[in-house]
């Protein structure tokens, strides 16, 4: 028996999988508890398109970069335009959850941790939405800004005073980078592979794309940094797992450095 090996696959097969059922039915609830509790704030314009001056204006005054550095760089071509909306429609939620399904079923105890704070991060948004209600950096004229969507497509909003599929007044925070971001961290910290590192090009990129499009601000993903970082702060792994945290040391988990211990006295 190779002892560097078999005891720590063992040891992650002995990690309880929550019920298949249960989970979907709670992932399935929480996203639809967020679609329907970010609607209350979809009439409060007024105040959406005051408070995206007041982001605006905030950061020039502290001197952020501005988005349009970044738009500039899609609208040297339409082609690079038009992959960044696509980007920005279609791998958010697909890349979400191929995230967790593969955390379910390759690492449970990884899996429980990252939902539990998708979900925190999600919720802290839902109120967030509700309680300071901002346009995008697309239909805010003072910004300058390209609707690239509209403008080279695909689109997933509709006209912002007709559209009742989704709320186009919450933008702060962008989940699209809170979630991207996590879905790195988690990779990050559920693998071993010396190139795991490369996840983080997924919410790199991520931030490029919902910047350069003008759906969101810098302060946007900031915000969402931060309330990532304050959930990972508060929410640990419930143990650490034998397959990460005893090869991430070059050595065995303190279980199996026992069981090493015990076998050389008997000898």
Known sequence: MNA???????????????PLVREL?????LFLVYKVGRQPATGHTGEAFHNAHRVWDFERAVHLPGEGAVQSLLLHGDGLAHLANTYYATVHFPATAAF????????????????????AVTAAALVLHLLF?????????????????????????????TDSLSNQFAAMPS???GWAL??????????????????????L???LVIVGTANHYWLDAILAAALLGLALAVIHLPDRTATTAGRAQGGLVPAQRDERALVGAGR
């Open 4 to 18: 560097r090996t078999e005891p720590a696959q063992a040891g992650s097969d002995a990690i309880a999988r929550p």
């Open 25 to 29: 039915l709670l992932v399935a609830g």
């Open 100 to 119: 967790l399904v593969w955390l379910y079923l390759c690492r449970p105890a990884h899996y429980v941790w990252a939902r539990r704070v998708l979900a």
């Open 133 to 161: 209600p901002l346009a995008p950096p697309r239909l805010l004229a003072a910004t300058g800004l390209v609707d690239t969507a509209r403008v080279y497509g695909p689109s997933v909003y509709g006209d912002p005073a």
């Open 175 to 177: 989940l699209h980078f």
């Open 182 to 203: 996590m879905v790195a961290v988690g990779l990050i910290v559920a693998t071993r592979s010396r190139w795991r590192w490369l996840w983080s090009a997924h919410p």
């Open 205 to 207: 990129l991520t931030l």
